[in-house]
């Protein structure tokens, strides 16, 4: 597997039985604090790894540093976050590359191990199906209030947590509960994403926007302003895939484009599964109720009720 389907992470068969699943990303710090922030960067990019269904390995550290400019003790606490998220996945950082850059930028190449009968792709939803969301929306406009010094040092504390958790276990249960696609929720949003699973199984994707688990606050500054440039982008990409019912509320609606950083996993779950799958999921401490449903295609590929 490889592009072609906009998959999360490419697949290469190494034996009959097993295959390697590899992943990258990097980005800019979209919180203040260094260690945080290298935990949400290897968080996020795990994420690709448990999308497919797959156990991370090793991981190789990719770093842009303003050397000069900036400590080097950030850079320290960058690549300690980083190395502790790593090693709660069960892999274990085996080196890296590092440059000079005017601007930080930090993150993570993995390699994984994925089972070639388990492997869970986003393209094979199916209709029937149960949609299940694992970690809130909101990051994107919560980030965009801590730039703007609207955010509350709680609600830091809030979006530093969702970003930083792991979708270890929520991938562990939807192999066990035998998911017929996933995909991991980042910067093109929940829509963007769910456009992704929809258009490559050939089916369309409603979603009820009053069960989607959103972060506190993250409404209240949507109402405020606080979007971030590349929600723009994504509602203008979907304009044609997406039909809004006129009940979604329109900060709610903001959501649903909002950009996210180590979001959670969109989950097609077998309808004969999904009863007993939210109720693994709340044992877990997951949010477990499911979010939509997929529908033979209609017109476009994505409906908003």
């Known amino acids: 597997m490889g592009f072609n389907k906009a998959d999360d992470a490419g697949v290469y068969r190494i034996n009959e039985h097993q295959a390697l699943v590899q992943t990258v990303d990097f980005f800019p710090p979209i919180v203040d604090d260094p260690y945080a922030f290298g935990q949400i960067a290897a ?12 156990r991370p390995l090793t991981a190789l550290n990719i770093v842009g540093f303003p050397l000069g400019t900036m400590p080097l003790s950030v850079l320290t606490e960058i690549l300690r976050g980083g190395n502790d998220k790593i090693e ?24 994984g191990i994925i089972d070639i009968a388990k492997i869970v792709t986003n393209s094979g939803a199916r209709p029937g199906d149960k949609l299940f969301l694992t970690k809130p929306l909101g990051t ?26 792991l979708n270890s276990r929520a991938a562990e249960l939807m192999v066990k509960f035998s998911a017929h696609a996933a995909t ?18 050939d089916v369309t994707i409603k979603l ?25 982008d994504n509602r203008e990409y979907l304009r044609e895939h997406v039909r809004l019912a006129g009940s979604v509320p329109r900060n709610t609606e903001h959501l649903l484009y909002d950009p996210q950083t180590s979001g959670g996993l969109l989950i097609a779950i077998p309808q004969s599964n999904a009863s007993e799958f939210g109720r693994a999921l709340k044992s877990a401490h997951i949010y477990s109720q499911p979010i939509g449903e997929v529908v033979t295609r209609d017109l476009v590929h994505l409906i908003v009720e």
Not at 185 to 195: D, E, K, Q, S
């Open 140 to 165: 994107g406009i919560i980030t965009t209030a801590i730039k703007r010094d609207r955010a509350d040092e709680e609600l830091i504390r809030t979006v530093i947590a969702s970003m930083s958790a």
């Open 184 to 201: 991991d929720i980042t910067g093109f949003g929940l829509l963007g994403h769910a456009y992704e699973m929809a258009s490559g199984s």
């Open 43 to 54: 968080a996020n990019a795990l994420s690709d790894i448990f999308a497919m269904g797959g």
């Open 88 to 111: 709660e996945a069960g892999a274990v950082v085996v080196g890296g590359h590092s440059i000079k850059d005017k601007e930080l930028k930090y993150g993570v190449s993995v390699t």
């Open 208 to 232: 009820w926007s009053d069960k989607l688990p959103i972060l506190q606050h993250a409404v209240d500054l949507a109402g405020e302003g606080m979007i971030p440039g590349g929600a723009a």
